[in-house]
């Protein structure tokens, strides 16, 4: 018999949290609708963002080697999505 254990959707996003980031491009339009707490942003702008391992932004940056910057300085291991 296995011993399996399900993780839950917020278990799951939280894997990895404070060790691990993403770094995608992404349109300023996106970034307003998925997190509509964020100050108001020029629509149509693409940015790059590091995520953290739950999915919530960290850093915004116009320059990529920023973003990455900012991964480092935090001590993250980054991984890019397409």
Known sequence: MKNEKSLSMQE???????EL??????????LSKKFPN???MTPGISLWALFGAGGEP?????????????????ELKTVTLQ
């Open 12 to 18: 799951f996003a939280l894997l990895g949290e404070g």
């Open 21 to 30: 980031a993403y770094l995608r491009k992404i349109r300023t339009d996106e």
């Open 38 to 40: 964020m100050p108001p």
């Open 58 to 74: 960290i850093i915004l940056s116009d320059v990529r080697a920023k973003a990455l910057e900012g991964a480092n300085d935090q």
